[in-house]
């Protein structure tokens, strides 16, 4: 099981490392003049989604395979880090909307609100650390 953690841990580092710098690219595209410079944001969020994508598969495969492990589980604090890993999982989801505007030019956000919404992997990254190493519950 301590490969299966180990592995889990190496994709959850590669997808928060996208969840941190995606919106980032929000922001500095939402400041972006250029038609050349468009295109490269355009084709840098699309490919980074994409690895950012197999990070989330790959931790939540694991994580799934850690879960079975330790069937039955009678902790709360793996239930909630579950729920919060969801709840990650819809956000990671709805940063193809962004995606989305930024390639149509549809975009009406401001680089401000990609800066708070840089902030929320950071507060589920807390949450889930401090669940799956104090274990309060």
């Given at each position: 099981?301590l490969?299966?953690?180990?592995?889990?841990?190496?994709?959850?580092?590669?997808?928060?490392?996208?969840?941190?710098?995606?919106?980032r690219?929000?922001?500095?595209?939402?400041?972006?003049?250029?038609?050349?410079?468009?295109?490269?944001?355009?084709?840098?969020e699309?490919?980074?989604?994409?690895?950012?994508?197999?990070?989330?598969?790959?931790?939540?495969?694991?994580?799934?395979?850690?879960?079975?492990?330790?069937?039955?589980?009678?902790?709360?604090?793996l239930?909630?880090?579950?729920?919060?890993?969801?709840?990650?999982?819809?956000?990671?989801?709805?940063?193809?909307?962004?995606?989305?505007?930024?390639?149509?030019r549809?975009?009406?956000?401001?680089?401000?609100?990609?800066?708070?919404?840089?902030?929320?992997p950071?507060?589920?990254?807390?949450?889930?650390?401090?669940?799956?190493?104090?274990?309060?519950?």
């Open positions: 099981m490969w299966i953690k180990a592995f889990h841990i190496i994709f959850m580092v590669t997808w928060f490392a996208g969840l941190f710098y995606l919106p690219l929000f922001v500095y595209h939402t400041e972006a003049t250029g038609e050349a410079e468009h295109q490269r944001f355009v084709t840098m699309r490919k980074l989604f994409a690895i950012m994508s197999i990070g989330m598969l790959g931790t939540v495969v694991l994580g799934l395979w850690l879960w079975l492990g330790y069937w039955p589980v009678q902790t709360g604090w239930h909630a880090k579950f729920g919060l890993a969801l709840l990650l999982i819809g956000y990671h989801h709805w940063l193809i909307v962004p995606i989305k505007r930024f390639r149509t549809s975009n009406t956000r401001s680089a401000r609100f990609y800066r708070v919404v840089n902030e929320i950071a507060l589920f990254l807390i949450a889930m650390v401090l669940l799956a190493v104090v274990k309060p519950f």
